[in-house]
């Protein structure tokens, strides 16, 4: 199956800073790619959907501001957490589709946040 | 009502037994389906998927699909410990977003 990468897988940081979280497909191309948020024990909760070299399209209530998405590349794309506070901690996943319809989603390994 | 539906469990089954896991969807435009395997800590893995009515063989894994009753399900045969994690149903509708059920946990026991 395809494989789709994430870094850093963890990472702690201090209220205020800004965490930059990498995805990448590695064996193929991804026309999209999707953001997540799980919180513990709860489902997936899709945040924003986005499509190389265009603006991302964030789910109702998902700060655009707050978590800034790049797709700058058909192999790459970035969230950004700007601010963060405690209440951003969570398991962050990405996941990637090659394009065409009804593609099947392949999912990173998860970036773990945590902002003290 | 929900995109999709699944019982959240816990499900608890013998090692060796059939662990039968059960969604329903509300889009009848919905054109294909996945099943996802997340242990606990990790993100989802994708079993298998499922696009015609009927089913599905994949090892000890089988999907089977009925449209016209909006009803995916997912039989696991000769459960294993190792499968105990939580499955996820996916279906992707009409306009190409996939929805995520919220998942049915499954404790398969020695």
């Known amino acids: 199956g395809a494989v789709v990468s994430q870094h850093p897988s963890r990472v702690i940081c201090k209220s205020g800073t800004s965490v930059k979280i990498e995805c990448r497909s590695l064996?193929?191309?991804?026309?999209?790619m999707f953001w997540y948020r799980q919180f513990p024990k709860q489902s997936l909760m899709l945040m924003a959907t986005?499509?190389?070299?265009?603006?991302?399209?964030?789910e109702q209530g998902v700060e655009k501001d707050k978590f800034l998405i790049n797709h700058a590349s058909l192999t790459l794309s970035t969230l950004t957490v700007t601010s963060a506070h405690p209440e951003d901690s969570s398991f962050y996943i990405c996941?990637?589709?090659?394009?065409?319809?009804?593609?099947?989603?392949?999912f990173g390994p998860g970036t773990r946040l945590l902002v003290l | 009502q929900k995109e999709v539906e699944q019982n959240s469990g816990p499900l608890s089954v013998p090692e060796g037994a059939i662990a039968s896991l059960n969604c329903t969807y509300s889009d009848r435009g919905s054109q294909s389906f996945f099943w996802y395997r997340q242990y606990s800590g990790k993100s989802p893995e994708l079993i298998m998927f499922i696009y015609s009515n009927g089913d599905k063989e994949d090892g000890r894994f089988t999907a089977q699909l009925n449209k016209a009753s909006q009803y995916v399900s997912l039989l696991i045969r000769d459960s294993q410990p190792s499968d105990s994690a939580t499955y996820l149903c996916?279906?992707?509708?009409?306009?190409?977003?996939?929805?995520f059920g919220a998942g049915t946990r499954l404790t398969v026991k020695p």
């Open positions: 064996d193929f191309q991804a026309t999209t």
């Open positions: 986005s499509n190389e070299g265009s603006k991302a399209t964030y």
């Open positions: 996916a279906v992707n509708g009409w306009n190409n977003d996939m929805r």
């Open positions: 996941s990637a589709r090659e394009g065409g319809f009804q593609e099947t989603q392949y």
